[in-house]
Nanobody, 123 residues
């Protein structure tokens, strides 16, 4: 069993930055692929990015490529989402997800999900 808790959301002006954290319980964190997703009001949940288990390989949605970066600290059981050059269209609830199978993270069908943290980009 893995429990995920996101933090770091808030209100930021366009062009600003935020760093989200996702703290995971469990001793097997290092064996899970991790991902970030977001859901804006009235829209479906969408993939933001993911990071693989062993080699730290990352993949991003085109909408955030070059602005967002995912990293993980296995010693702290934490994955991060650094968000730069934020735009109003980045406003959403951001969720982290975990699964032993990276394909499930990529597909949005990960076994474990956090409750989300709100990010609002507005002037």
């Amino acid at each position: 069993q893995v429990q995920l808790v996101e933090s770091g959301g808030g209100l930021v002006q366009p062009g600003g930055s935020l760093r989200l954290s996702c703290a995971a319980s469990g001793r097997t964190f290092s064996s899970y692929a991790m991902g970030w997703f977001r859901q804006a009001p009235g829209k479906e949940r969408e993939f933001v990015g993911r990071i693989s288990v062993y080699d730290g390989l990352t993949r991003y949605a085109d909408s955030v490529k070059g602005r967002f970066a995912i990293s993980r600290d296995n010693a702290k059981n934490t994955v991060y989402l650094q968000m730069n050059s934020l735009k109003p269209e980045d406003t959403a609830v951001y969720y982290c997800a975990a699964d032993a199978d990276a394909r499930n993270v990529a597909a949005g069908t990960a076994r474990y999900w956090g409750l989300g943290t709100q990010v609002t980009v507005s002037s």
